[in-house]
Each structure stands twice: as structure tokens, then as C-alpha cells.
């Protein structure tokens, strides 16, 4: 069993910053992807960014630029620091895991709150 727990959301203003974290507990891998994710009411769920293997990185081009994503494998915690944020970027975040070595992923966390408004 992998758990993942988000923090870090809240409320903030446009052109200001948070830092999302995610950390992971169970089994986890070195060798896996880790990424956020995000939903707004009525809108389908999409890839904000992704690590693999703490080194290679992928950005939504809505977000390059703004958004960094790192790994501290030693914590099996991910992070995502949001730069410059936008209204648009008003969402539930989501952490995921995914590892070849663990078949009964991906794993998905409860989601944090990310709201962007003067």
C-alpha cells in the first residue's frame, strides 16, 4: 500500500506563491514518477508536472516558467513551487505516484486547494 498526502494549498493572491508538498509512505521506489495534477469545477483533470527518477521533469506549457517540480527521495516527498500564480490556476491539486515495479499503481492523493483570487 502507497499513501500520499498533500499540503500546502490555500488562498493567495494573483502573482504570489505557494509551495505545494506531497509526501509518500509504503513502499516506495527510487525508479518511479511522481507528479501533481489538477481539477477546477467542471473542467477534466490535467498533468501540471512530473519527475522521473528525481531528474527528468514535464510541464504543462500553462505552467512552464512558473511552476518547479522537485524530489527528495531521501523524504519520498515531492514538491511543487508555484511561481507568479494566475486565477486560471485555481484547482485541486492532486499528488501521484506511479512505479513499473508496483503494478497495482498509480496512486493518487486526497488533493489540496489551490485558490487564486484578489
Known amino acids: 500500500q502507497v499513501q500520499l498526502v498533500e499540503s500546502g494549498g490555500g488562498l493567495v493572491q494573483p502573482g504570489g506563491s505557494l509551495r505545494l508538498s506531497c509526501a509518500a509512505s509504503?513502499?516506495?521506489?527510487?525508479?518511479?514518477?511522481m507528479g501533481w495534477y489538477r481539477q477546477a469545477p467542471g473542467k477534466q483533470r490535467e498533468l501540471v508536472a512530473a519527475i522521473t527518477n528525481g531528474v527528468s521533469t514535464n510541464y504543462a506549457d500553462s505552467v512552464k516558467g512558473r511552476f518547479t517540480i522537485s524530489r527528495d527521495n531521501t523524504k519520498n516527498t515531492v514538491y511543487l513551487q508555484m511561481n507568479s500564480l494566475k486565477p486560471e490556476d485555481t484547482a485541486v491539486y492532486y499528488c501521484?505516484?506511479?512505479?513499473?515495479?508496483?503494478?497495482?499503481?498509480?496512486?493518487w492523493g486526497q488533493g489540496t486547494q489551490v485558490t487564486v483570487s484578489s
Open positions: 501521484n505516484y506511479d512505479s513499473r515495479f508496483n503494478s497495482k499503481g498509480p496512486y
Open positions: 509504503g513502499k516506495i521506489f527510487s525508479i518511479s514518477t
